[in-house]
Every structure is written in structure tokens, then in C-alpha cells.
């Protein structure tokens, strides 16, 4: 039996991963969140250990660490805007939780650690496709605390022999993401509302969206694997906004209107990723289209209408 923890597993990227780690026989799976922004309802807690508990507490961390094989670290301050209203609120729970967390698996000998870390916040405004031999450049607290993640996931796999990989996801979208303010859910959310989606630009800007069932699946091929290092994690090919406004009507049957507004100045134009260092290292092969994911995700949020 392998026994995995996934901090911040009651968030939205979480509770996918739970459901699909513990529907194996061979997995034991136990969550620990603070549900700041995540929610405990949105796991089968006959499935799956939960404990409510901070990434700041010792303690916490402590009972959920024990005899653990593997830890999936998603917890973090994930909301970029946020990060630029309070750096000091993401530097702690962000830098220092994964400090803490790193720590006690060198403590207690958790062998292999696959932490969640960003493309486009980390590496900034550059020509795409981005992909891992690309210079860091954060533009924001968020993309820099992912930074630290990564820098510290390195140094205490070469100091200490832990066996550890950062996984950049692209933008994940998927059901069960209510409470997220990515590009998905925002447009499913205004549509339930019957209110217009508003586009900054003439909607050619691109974007790489990958369906969260396959983000699972990598997750899990990453923690059965020894990769270390960074690895691009996304569909591996750009959407623009208006292909992505175009699916959402086939998906929904809806003709909503759509409102184009001037650029906003600071946005990155174009960002998608190479996905060959995920493909060779674990075998990472997207299979979901767009439209199909987008199928699934709107009968969710059509689902939460009610
Ligand atoms: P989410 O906000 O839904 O989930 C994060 C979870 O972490 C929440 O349940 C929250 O309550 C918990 N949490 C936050 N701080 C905590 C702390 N100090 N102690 C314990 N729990 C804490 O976000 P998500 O979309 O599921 O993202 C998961 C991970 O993936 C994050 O690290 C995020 O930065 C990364 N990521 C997500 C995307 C995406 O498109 N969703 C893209 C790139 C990277």
C-alpha cells in the first residue's frame, strides 16, 4: 500500500486528486488543508483521511507527514492578484509553508516529494512556446514564491537526497472549480449569471488550457516515477480566447454576448508550453480536447445552478 498526502488537497486541483488516488486499491490517501480556500465537503471522507491543518503548524504537519510515502504539495496562496495586494501573506504561507513542509520530510524521511509550480507566473513575458531551459523572470510574489519552491525542492534534493519534482501547470479547468477566478470558470460563472464575458483585446491572445482529469494522471505518473527537476505540464498547444468562446457556445447551446475591451497593458499576450521533458520523463499524454472537457466541466457548473 502506498501511502500519499496532498496538502491543500480540499482545493480544487485536490479534490480531483484525491478522488483518483484513492479510487486504486493500492493507494491510501490523506489530505491536510486549512480550507481557506478549499472545502472539506468536496471529498469522499469515507475514502480519504482529512485533517484539518495548517502548512505554519509543526504539529499539523507532523501527524500528517507520519509514515507517509510520497506528498503532492498543492497547498498555497494561489490567487496572483491577491499576492500583489499582500507579498508578505504569500511569502509567508507560500515560502515558509513549503520551508516547513521540506523540513519535517527531511525529518521524517518522506522519500518523494511532486510539488505544484506555474509556467507563466515563474518565467514572465517570453516568446512561446515556454519550456523548462527558459531563464526565470517572476511578475509576480506568486511566481517568485514558486520560484523559491522550486530553488528550495532542488537544494534539498542535492544536500539532503530527498527525490523531488516541480510540476508547472498551465491553466488547469475542470468541474469543482467554483470558487476559482481562472479564465474557465469565470466565463461558466457569468454565463449561470446571464451576464456578458468580457474580453480584454480582440480575443487572438493565447493560452494553454489542460483538462484537470489529465493533470491528475501526470500527478500520479510523477509521483510512481524518480524525475527530478522541472516539467512544463499543459495540453502543449495554444487556444485563443475567441477558439475558447467559440467551444463554450457549442458546449452550452448558449449564444451569450461577448464584450471586447481595449488590451489591458501588463497582460501577457501569448503563453503556451512544450510538453516533451513530461512526455519522455513519465509518459505524460494529454488525451481530453477541449471540447470535451469543456463538455464536462459545464454540466458541473450548469449543475450548480439549481
Ligand atoms: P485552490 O486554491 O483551489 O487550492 C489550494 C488549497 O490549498 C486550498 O484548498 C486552500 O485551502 C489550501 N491552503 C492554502 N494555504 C494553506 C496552508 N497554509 N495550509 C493548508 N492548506 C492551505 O488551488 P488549485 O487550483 O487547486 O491549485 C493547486 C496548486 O496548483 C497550487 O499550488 C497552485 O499554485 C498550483 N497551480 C494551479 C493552477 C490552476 O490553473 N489551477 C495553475 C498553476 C499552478
Redesign the pocket.
Known sequence: MKKILI?????????HLASHLASREDTSVTV????????RKHLDLDKVRFIH?????RD?LHTALEGQDAVV???????VMDSIENPQYNFD??VI?TFNLLELCRELRVSRVI???????ILGDVDPPVHEQMAPHPTSP?GAS?LMLEGYLSAYSSSFGLSGCAL??????GPR?F??G?VVAHFFKRILAREPLVVYGDGSQTRDY?Y?GDLVEAIRAAVDSDVQGAYQLGSGKPTTLNQLIDAMRTVTGLDFEVVYEDFRAGEVKDTWCQIDKARAGFGFEPSTTLEDGLRATWAWFDAQRA
Not at 491543518?53 to 503548524?57: I, Q
Request: glycine share 16%; no cysteine; net charge negative.
Open positions: 496538502t491543500g488537497g480540499a482545493g480544487f486541483i485536490g479534490r491536510i488543508d486549512n480550507e481557506s480556500l478549499g472545502d491543518g495548517d502548512l505554519a503548524s499539523d504539495h498543492l497547498a498555497a496562496d494561489t490567487r504561507n507560500n509553508g510539488a505544484a509550480s506555474t509556467g507563466g507566473a506568486y514558486k508547472r501547470f498551465s491553466n488547469i479547468y472549480s470558487h476559482k481562472s489542460l484537470v
